[in-house]
């Protein structure tokens, strides 16, 4: 089995904490010594893991960014799977709050709005399993532990799911440059799906048809379009405003 490489000092940590029965073993970059790598240390003795010491040359190769000196390596994450989606959607306690990702296809973005839906209080994160980012060590990375805790699942068909959710009374809510209401003066109380398409091409034309509702986030400045974990950002922190309000 191909493990997943996960670095960096706060998101081992997380890891550490959320999901250490994930973890197969710790390397550390040899000679380094200060408070947080300690802890880092203190934490993997404390789970009975095995820790090694490597350079730091060896633990360039391995990490695909900055590895401050320490990576854990880790079974491959696992989203939900599909046939599971029903009974994630039965457990969810009061108001759905879902997002949906068209066509988000950088672990990047994947991994910031996986770590922006754990921040707003998201139960359930879907995408389709074309033209998506897969859960990898990049995502994990970047989602900053929001990865091994935010259900996350792919669906072969997202319009069919779409619809699945509008018949459970969740309202479907999709942003488009085209859009004549903005975020702020969309009702985002209640179950809610946010629907968020991909940087450029937005969302495909069938998901735009299953929205019940199109919004858009209003642009003062010359750029006409945001990145897409930063629009899910205004967009979900905007509902979660809404809902706070209650």
């Not at 879902?98 to 921040?119: E, M, Q």
């Amino acid at each position: 089995m191909k493990l997943d490489a996960v670095y960096g000092l706060h998101a081992v940590t997380t890891l550490l904490q959320r999901s250490p029965d994930q973890v197969t073993e710790i390397w550390v970059q040899k000679g380094r010594v200060d408070q947080r790598m300690q802890r880092v240390l203190d934490e993997a003795q404390r789970l009975g893991l095995d820790v090694r010491e490597a350079d730091k040359g060896l633990l360039n190769q391995k990490a695909d960014g900055n590895h401050q000196g320490v990576i854990a390596f880790r079974k491959p994450l696992q989203g939900v799977s599909e046939r599971n989606l029903p009974d994630v959607l039965d457990r969810i306690a009061g108001p759905a709050f879902i997002l949906i990702l068209d066509g988000v296809t950088d672990p990047h973005n994947l991994g910031a709005c996986l770590r922006t839906a754990d921040a707003a209080g998201v139960h359930l994160v879907i995408a389709p399993k074309d033209k998506s980012a897969p859960l990898n060590a990049t995502v994990a990375k970047v989602a900053c532990g929001a990865a091994e805790v935010v259900p996350y699942v792919q669906v072969t068909n997202l319009a069919r799911t779409m619809t699945e959710l509008q018949e459970r009374g969740i309202w479907l809510v999709g942003t488009a440059g085209e859009a004549t209401t903005s975020v702020y003066q969309q009702d985002l109380k209640g179950p809610l799906a946010l629907v968020m398409g991909a940087e450029g091409a937005g969302m495909r034309r069938l998901t735009r048809e299953h929205c019940d509702h199109l919004i858009n986030i209003p642009m003062a400045g010359e750029v006409s379009s945001v990145n897409v974990s930063v629009a899910t950002g205004i967009c979900l922190f905007e509902a979660v405003r809404q809902r706070l309000a209650l």
